[in-house]
């Protein structure tokens, strides 16, 4: 047995005992192992559960000498259950599996012999998922919670704190979840959430800003990339081997796949992860960052321009600083967000994505965008002189938790950029009004920020929620 009397650390450890930080003997104060970037999600699009970005190795805590006084948030609605139009399509797929000739299902699929599927109650199609350990309430939960430890000095316990959410139901959920864990006991009082409706004729005036020019938007989708990668078909014909009398397609096996992300949603675990390959998932992640490129990222100099909005009023505010306001949190769809980190110049690819090979490293993941519950934060931060850098304003961006430093703006204190050069930055984004033909009866620039509602009359859902949908989203 391992004799404490005699062991040196256990000697060293009762002589500073008084100091809690030691470590326990056989541990490290710093790990060695880097070897576990490989996880699923990353190769689940944005329909996976949340999961961090994959770090650049910059501390997320703020860095000495500086103090964030004021911060910006742009939420996605949590986890939850698909929409119902596209529901229809992996029931199709499942009910074609069971309707085959197949008794015994074998090989990748022998699961399927006792897998059932995970919407038990056709009222829960596209909203927030409670259950499981990747439910989308409990990570907007848990998100504001985070956020009060580390943002809460922003709070002085009297202002009333409005939130900004999209009028669509699973978004003002997220919202209201969020600033729950955020305000605690104090939510229903000092909280004031702001329903921005999501009708085009909101103008600039949104959190869901529509290009009316851009003709592109409403037929760009991922089934328009799929059919140039492979792999899938491969994955069709295995299965149909391994289980003659089923007949799937490259096209049912993109549906079996999306059914799989969302089962984790709902579910803790998904036997249909490990009946693909991973080149399988790659190849699926991959149509979707297509996707979000071409049709809602930097890969549209429309939807660049639609995210200008958000990325200028925030620059705009951060200008005035926090007599403008402490925190702004505000909540939307996924491709809502992926306009403004291309508006902000992140996570734009040197050259357009490839669509008939899969680059490696891919500049662009999606999973590392929006996820479930996927967030960007802009923090404005005062600093004092550091080794690097002169006292002033800096900008840090956050993606999920990474902070993502510009790789022409990093000379700030923990690779910040400069405010002054942070809204050059912004002003290079093709700009909403320039470029988007907004009819001119519509608002034409961002006001809410300024023009908010203290009252607490949305903070709680009433009555049935698709009621209140209409009520909000006209
Ligand atoms: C900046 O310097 C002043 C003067 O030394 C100090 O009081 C203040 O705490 C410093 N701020 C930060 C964020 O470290
Ligand atoms: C916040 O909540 C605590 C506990 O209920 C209460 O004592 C305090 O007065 C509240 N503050 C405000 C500003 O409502
Ligand atoms: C503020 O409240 C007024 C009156 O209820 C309403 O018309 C307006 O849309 C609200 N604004 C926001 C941003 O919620
Ligand atoms: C499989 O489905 C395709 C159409 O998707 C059809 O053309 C083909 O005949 C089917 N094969 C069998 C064996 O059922
Ligand atoms: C990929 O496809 C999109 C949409 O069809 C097209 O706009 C884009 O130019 C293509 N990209 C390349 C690199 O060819
Ligand atoms: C930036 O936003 C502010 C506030 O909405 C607006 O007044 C200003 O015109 C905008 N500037 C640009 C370049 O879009």
């Not at 961090?52 to 259950?81: F, I, K, W």
């Amino acid at each position: 047995m391992f004799n404490l009397v005699t062991s040196g650390l256990a000697l060293a450890s009762v002589a500073s005992a008084s100091w809690s930080g030691l470590p326990k003997f056989g541990e490290k104060q710093f790990s060695q192992s880097f070897n576990d970037g490989y996880n699923l999600l990353k190769h689940m699009g944005s329909f996976a559960p949340y999961s961090d970005r994959a770090s650049y190795g910059v501390d997320r805590n703020t860095p000495e000498g500086c103090e964030v006084d004021q911060v910006h948030m742009l939420m996605r609605h949590g986890e939850r259950y698909p929409d119902a139009i596209f529901a229809e399509g992996y029931v199709e797929v499942l009910d074609k599996m069971r309707n085959s000739k197949v008794k015994t299902w074998k090989g990748d699929l022998a699961f399927f012999n006792d897998w059932t599927y995970y919407v038990d109650d056709a009222g829960l199609y596209s909203q927030e998922s409670t259950t499981g350990p990747y439910a989308g309430l409990l990570d907007a939960f848990t998100r504001g919670s985070e956020y009060r430890l580390r943002y809460g000095h922003l709070w002085d316990s009297e202002t009333v704190v409005p939130i900004f959410s999209s009028g669509y139901e699973r978004v003002i959920e997220t919202a209201r979840y969020f600033g729950q864990g955020f305000f605690g006991y104090n939510y229903s009082t000092s909280a004031a959430i702001n329903i921005i409706p999501e009708a085009a004729s909101q103008g600039a005036d949104s959190l869901t800003p529509s290009c009316t020019a851009d003709s592109n938007y409403y037929t760009c989708y991922a089934d328009r990339f799929y059919a140039t990668l492979p792999p899938l078909e491969v994955a069709a014909k295995r299965f149909n081997s391994q289980n003659p009398g089923l007949n799937l397609t490259a096209s049912d096996v993109l549906q079996l796949m999306e059914t799989a992300a969302f089962e984790l949603n709902v579910r803790a675990s998904t036997p249909w992860a490990d009946a693909f390959t991973l080149d399988e998932w790659v190849a699926y992640g991959y149509i979707w960052d297509l996707a979000y490129y071409y049709c809602f990222g930097a890969g549209s100099e429309y939807q660049t321009a639609a995210g200008q909005v958000y990325a200028n009023a925030t620059r705009v505010l951060m200008q005035s600083g926090p007599k403008a306001g402490k925190m702004f949190w505000s909540f939307a769809h996924d491709a809502d967000i992926t306009p403004v980190v291309a508006a902000l110049d992140i996570d734009v690819p040197e050259h357009k994505l490839p669509n008939s090979t899969i680059p490696f490293p891919n500049p662009y993941r999606v999973a590392d965008i929006v996820p479930m519950g996927g967030h960007l934060t802009l923090e404005r931060m005062t600093c004092n002189a550091t080794t690097v850098s002169k006292a002033g304003v800096y900008v840090r961006a956050i993606l999920n938790e990474a902070v993502v430093p510009y790789s022409k703006c990093q000379s700030g204190p923990g690779y910040s950029c400069p405010l002054a050069k942070f809204s050059a930055i912004v002003d290079k984004a093709p700009k909403y009004d320039e470029k988007c033909e907004t009819p001119s009866s519509y608002p034409q620039y961002l006001s809410f920020f300024w023009n908010y509602n203290t009252t607490n009359e949305y903070n709680y859902q009433s009555g049935d929620i698709a009621y209140q949908l209409t009520d909000t989203d006209v």
